[in-house]
């Protein structure tokens, strides 16, 4: 039988979203691109952040403002205005698909933590007001903001369940002010600590925001990415100036079916991210990618990849927070046109069925093999709730299923491809 079919099927395009001509398919605005930011008031007082905060939906009923106060580092700021304005484009009233932060990104009097928390709240506004519009009876996204104790961060998970075109959908950030214990920092890598009296407990500040999509129609991909930026202290400098810093994050694509247009859109525009930036880091990260997010049991890829990076602090820290901010930002002119075009396309109960198979794959890959996952679950109070919002909302496991076996279906075509991996850019 088939679903929605009423859909009507136009070519794969991507409009520009501001006043300027419109790029090509994969093309998107350099992140370092100059955007419209909010005057901060200077102070030499200031020792603390207080950072108000507005969790900001296009829906004033369901908006609410908490203040987090605590002390992140010493600076000349007052306290920084979080709340964001989402612009909506003069063009069909999309949203904007370029975050504005209220601060200058590029603003190197500002601590790089301080940056990176406006980053990632500008980013998720942005993220989620786009994929709302993308849901035709106005589903919107849930926010549970919270604040951990003794000052020690916050966070704001947002997530759209039950949807017309996403299942389920999470946007988190977190912000975590605490210390690793003498284990953890063990485990890290060895040079990064070669000044550690390997005695002392180390704080560590880290802000990232993390998204997964889980799409209704089984031709719509699921995508999912990370973002994060850490820094180690040494407890015994009194100035609490970073002894250690590092970037990580990447953006993955898990199609049910493969559209070769889809994936070469997808990988095209992430490979112009980063040779805006980097020559070498797409074949690296692509690379990294691929290895990553591998199912070793089921000897097959979670999907067709993209890219992924760890421990990021070779050379000018300004210049690889550029990069994360264009690879962040690029998240919407990579999946929106893919998703506005598949998410009302017919679609029958067999291929529903595989779509749930598949995302069995990836529960397996989140809950045995993520790295992350597994840190989450390892903190002495984890919030569960936004740990496991990767998930997919249903997924199934069947006993030696016979779809995927067959030559010349579909779902056969793209179990080769997860199980060599495709240069798609």
């Not at 407990?201 to 799409?215: I, K, R, T």
Request: hydrophobic residues 30%; contains cysteine.
């Amino acid at each position: 039988m088939l679903r929605n079919s009423s859909a009507a099927h136009g070519a794969l395009r991507w409009a520009s979203l501001s006043s300027a001509p419109a790029p090509r398919l994969h093309s998107l605005p350099s992140a370092s691109a100059s955007l419209p930011i909010s005057p901060t008031p200077r102070s030499s007082r200031a020792h603390s952040y207080f950072i108000s905060w507005n969790p900001h939906t296009a829906h004033s009923h369901r908006s609410r403002i908490a203040t987090a106060a605590f002390s992140l580092y010493k600076s000349p700021l007052d306290p920084l205005d979080c709340e964001e304005e989402r612009p909506m484009s003069a063009q069909g009233g999309r949203p904007s698909f370029v975050p504005t932060p209220s601060v200058d990104l590029d603003d190197t009097s500002i601590p790089m933590r301080l940056r990176m928390i406006h980053h990632i709240k500008s980013l998720q506004s942005t993220i989620c007001e786009a994929l709302e519009s993308l849901e035709p009876s106005g589903q919107k996204f849930k926010s549970s903001y919270y604040l951990r104790d003794a000052s020690k961060g916050f966070g704001d998970s947002r997530v759209l369940q039950d949807g017309e075109t996403f299942e389920k959908a999470g946007c988190n950030i977190s912000v975590i002010k605490s210390t690793l214990s003498v284990p953890a920092v063990r485990q890290m890598r060895a040079e990064r600590f070669d000044w550690w009296d390997g005695v002392s407990e180390l704080p560590y500040f880290v802000a990232g925001c993390s998204l997964v999509v889980h799409p209704r129609n089984p031709h719509a991909p699921t995508i999912h990415f990370n973002y994060r930026y850490f820094e180690i202290q040494d407890p015994k400098d009194p100035n609490g100036e970073p002894k250690a810093w590092w970037f990580g994050g990447g953006t993955d694509l898990t199609p049910s079916y493969l559209y070769e247009d889809d994936a070469r859109h997808f990988h095209g525009l992430y490979k112009e991210a980063c040779d805006r930036h980097d020559a070498g880091y797409y074949a690296r990260f692509k690379k990294w990618c691929d290895e990553y997010f591998y199912i070793p049991h089921r000897q097959e890829s979670r999907g067709i990849g993209g890219i992924f990076f760890d421990d990021l602090s070779e050379g000018d820290p300004e210049a690889i927070f550029k990069f994360v901010r264009d690879c962040s930002n690029s998240y919407l002119p990579a999946y929106y046109p893919i998703v506005e075009r598949r998410k009302d396309q017919p679609f029958t109960e067999e291929e529903k069925r595989w779509q749930q198979l598949r995302r069995g794959r990836y529960v397996e890959f989140n809950l045995v093999y993520d790295r992350g996952t597994k840190f989450g679950l390892a903190m002495k109070e984890p919030r569960t709730e936004s740990i496991l919002m990767s998930l997919p909302l249903t997924s199934r496991w069947e006993y030696e299923p016979e779809v995927g076996t067959v030559e010349g279906t579909r779902e056969k075509k793209i179990l080769d491809i997860l199980k060599k991996p495709v240069e798609w850019a």
